[in-house]
């Protein structure tokens, strides 16, 4: 029964997992990732602390018993604010993949799928969207669009999806002349069919890579949106514009863990999400083996 078991063959799923595990840097960057996302999650349970909470006795405070990362420059624990912080930059990260998702994906299919003209329209669609300077197109969008956490999300979709949208294409036209596509369409299978039944099963591993690099890429656009003002604005905090408030020469000479701490929250996340990406995409490449 055991030698049964042992020969079974694996399924891609779980050789890929096997593979992502066999790799320790990734499996080191989803160890660092967890152990952030609970600390994010779980902190105000954790600390017990407001991150909006000011106490005028603790104004620039070092790092203490009371404020184990210090406090700001108006007595708000640095801490909760870098773990609050890091739910903001994660909800605006996930929330803008998920629009940039579902634009990318449709429109690479359409190109893919739906005949010369709606592929000419939507690749010069996209060939227009990624012409555009990425910085100037960002401001103007986000000037736009203004603060907050539901333009940030909106403007950082608006710039991600051409690239998504391209991989697509890409898979799809390859996929479009195997012959069970094409047998499918000779039984009369429509384009929503061929989309849910091929098409999307057969982009998971670019969507799961996708989603985990951009993600970090989102990150990185939301804090540099709100270091520059334009972004989640105050009191509420993110990484971004925490960075933004300790900018000045005293802060950054004198009262270092204010820019510290955000700035590291930010660089290890970023780090451990780009190393689970890698590991992803080694891991559900099919020539890899074991």
Do not use: K
């Not at 999650?41 to 790092?63: E, F, R, S």
């Not at 190109?111 to 060939?127: C, E, K, Q, W, Y």
């Amino acid at each position: 029964m055991s030698a049964t078991l042992l020969s079974r063959p694996r399924s891609p799923l779980l050789r890929a997992a096997l593979r992502f595990a066999a790799m320790p840097v990734p499996m080191a960057g989803l160890i660092l990732l967890l152990l952030m996302l609970g600390a994010i999650l779980l902190h105000p349970w954790l600390l017990g602390i407001d991150p909006d909470a000011i106490d005028l006795m603790a104004i620039n405070a070092p790092p203490d018993a009371a404020h184990w990362l210090g406090a700001d420059g108006v007595g708000r624990d640095v801490l909760a604010r870098v773990l609050d912080g890091g739910r903001v930059s994660l909800l605006v990260a996930t929330g803008s993949v998920a629009i940039s998702l579902v634009i990318g994906f449709a429109v690479g299919a359409i190109a893919a799928l739906g005949g010369r003209v709606a592929n000419a329209v939507a690749m010069r669609l996209v060939d227009l969207a990624m012409t555009l300077p990425p910085v100037v197109l960002l401001l103007v969008l986000a000037s736009l669009t203004g603060q907050g956490v539901g333009a940030t999300i909106l403007v950082i979709a608006l710039l991600s999806w051409p690239v998504l949208a391209r991989l697509v294409r890409a898979r799809l036209l390859e996929l479009r002349e195997r012959e069970f596509v094409m047998a499918s369409r000779g039984m009369g299978a429509g384009f929503w069919h061929i989309l849910r039944r091929h098409a999307l099963p057969n982009c998971l591993d670019i969507i799961v890579v996708y989603s985990a690099l951009q993600v970090a890429n989102a990150i990185l656009l939301e804090a540099g949106l709100s270091f520059l003002g334009m972004g989640i604005p105050q009191p509420a905090a993110s990484w971004g514009n925490m960075l933004n408030a300790a900018r000045s020469t005293v802060v950054l000479q004198n009262y270092s863990w204010q820019w510290l701490a955000p700035g590291a929250a930010l660089l290890l996340t970023v780090m451990a999400i780009n190393f689970v990406g890698d590991g992803l995409r080694a891991a559900l490449d099919p020539r890899s083996d074991l």
